[in-house]
């Protein structure tokens, strides 16, 4: 069941859709019709507190906040299905990307996606590529012919990282 919220005029964003349109460009979420086709073929639709078509519909109303606090920004795998069923050709995708980057700039980030990054910048991979695990890992490669393993370049990842905006997020987790 759908929670009701109230809200007065002035505590909407009303700029909130543009300032998202100006980005996305000509896929914006301004061509919504809200049929639902997004939500009718999303693949997690069942695990987001807010379904495809609603984060649309609140980012058109100047939800902002409820937007950006939502689960549902993190919970999607990024299939596409939703952008490939559109039949206005909007960018959910594209969208779901931009609000995460909003999110995390205003810096809600769910701690399981900030140890991730932590994690990929300490040593460049999601998993850490050390000990026991490279051990097995390089036998295996030795064993089948296939040459030693060469790692990510770590100032590139963490040039990334730094640039995404997350680099702090990653030196605070460091420090602590």
């Known amino acids: 069941m759908v929670e009701m919220i109230k809200?007065?005029?002035?505590?909407?964003?009303?700029?909130?859709?543009?300032?998202?349109?100006?980005?996305?460009?000509?896929?914006?979420?301004?061509?919504?019709?809200?049929?639902?086709?997004?939500?009718?073929?999303?693949?997690?639709?069942?695990?987001?507190?807010?379904?495809?078509?609603?984060?649309v519909a609140s980012c058109l109303l100047g939800l902002k906040e409820e937007v950006l606090s939502s689960q549902a920004i993190w919970t999607c795998s990024l299939c596409?299905?939703?952008?490939?069923?559109?039949?206005?050709?909007?960018?959910?995708?594209?969208?779901?990307?931009?609000l995460r980057n909003m999110s995390v700039k205003e810096g809600r980030i769910p701690k399981e996606y900030s140890g991730t990054v932590v994690t990929i910048y300490n040593n460049g991979f999601v998993i850490p590529f050390t000990g026991g695990l490279k051990d097995n890992i390089d036998r295996r490669r030795n064993r089948m012919g296939l040459p030693e393993f060469i790692g990510p370049n770590l100032d590139e990842i963490r040039f990334i990282i730094e640039e995404t905006g997350l680099g702090d997020l990653a030196k605070e987790k460091e420090d602590k």
């Open 7 to 55: 809200k007065n005029a002035n505590d909407l964003d009303h700029q909130f859709r543009y300032e998202i349109s100006k980005k996305v460009g000509a896929k914006s979420l301004l061509n919504c019709i809200q049929c639902g086709v997004c939500s009718s073929g999303c693949t997690v639709t069942e695990y987001v507190d807010m379904q495809p078509h609603r984060v």
């Open 80 to 98: 596409h299905r939703c952008t490939e069923r559109c039949p206005k050709n909007v960018d959910y995708s594209f969208i779901l990307a931009l």
